[in-house]
């Protein structure tokens, strides 16, 4: 066992952090980018982005599916806010536009998602259930990705459903939200419900538990195992751990 010591500034960032229009991103976070693959120079969180092109890859959408709009930064969303206001007016834009510092898309960690055409609409772009867009819906779970802002949790979300937008979380907690309908605003609560959850991954099994942050610092002690720690933009951390494989 080890002790780690987490600072209060710390519940901000990690791939679990809640953005919306509550929960602002912190002007602290700074994602390590990558590009994306024949995407003209879309950006994505590192570990994000590697999980999209395996998942794209897996249903065999290369080329079919294309990355319409990954990271952005404040200024960016400010530009899209601006613009869409002014061709589309307030309600189109409240719908379907964050604003700036409460975009998922300032994380690195969400992408919007479109099926290749000879034109694709940034704001919302066609991702159908059909086809080769379908197959990366039913897999994307598999490889750590919730579909964010789905018809029927509007009153959660705050945003209209948006099936073509998705955001990065871990496969363990993409699995765990999916089993239990869960939005993000929903999953801190659910987890501080009950001392540890479980969810499978691969040949690993995943033991998750959610800690308060009460103090400047909270002290937590875990066995010597694979983990991650990620804050939620709320109250706390949400603690992995990984059981080793057979
Ligand atoms: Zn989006």
Not at 24 to 46: A, I, Q
Not at 79 to 107: L, R
Not at 171 to 186: F, K, Q, S, Y
Not at 212 to 221: G, H, M, N, Q, S
Request: include cysteine.
């Amino acid at each position: 066992m080890h002790t780690i010591i987490l600072n209060r500034h710390q519940v901000c960032q990690g791939p679990l952090i809640l953005i919306n229009s509550s929960h602002p991103l912190s002007k602290h976070y700074s994602p390590d980018l990558v590009c994306l693959p024949d995407s003209s120079g879309v950006l994505m969180e590192r570990h994000a982005a590697h999980l999209l092109s395996a998942c794209v890859q897996a249903a065999k959408g290369t080329g079919q599916i294309v990355p319409v709009s990954g990271y952005r930064s404040h200024t960016e969303q400010q530009a899209i806010w601006d613009d869409t206001m002014s061709t589309n007016g307030v309600s189109f834009t409240e719908k379907y536009v964050a604003p700036p510092g409460c975009s998922e898309h300032q994380s690195g960690l969400a992408i919007d998602l479109g099926r290749l055409s000879s034109h694709i609409d940034f704001i919302r772009p066609d991702f159908p259930d059909e086809g080769v867009c379908g197959v990366f819906r039913s897999l994307s779970v598999n490889y750590g990705f919730i579909e964010r802002y789905k018809d029927g949790k509007q009153s959660i979300t705050g945003i209209a459903p948006e099936p073509w937008h998705f955001r990065y979380v871990g496969i363990p907690h993409a699995r765990l939200m999916e089993e239990h309908g869960l939005t993000l605003e929903e999953y801190s609560d659910f987890l501080s419900r009950r001392p540890w959850r479980y969810a499978q991954e691969s040949d690993r099994r995943a033991i998750i538990f959610y800690v308060p942050c009460f103090e400047e610092t909270t002290a937590i002690t875990i066995p010597d195992c694979c983990y991650q720690i990620s804050g939620d933009n709320q109250q706390g951390f949400i603690i992995t751990l990984w059981e080793a494989g057979e």
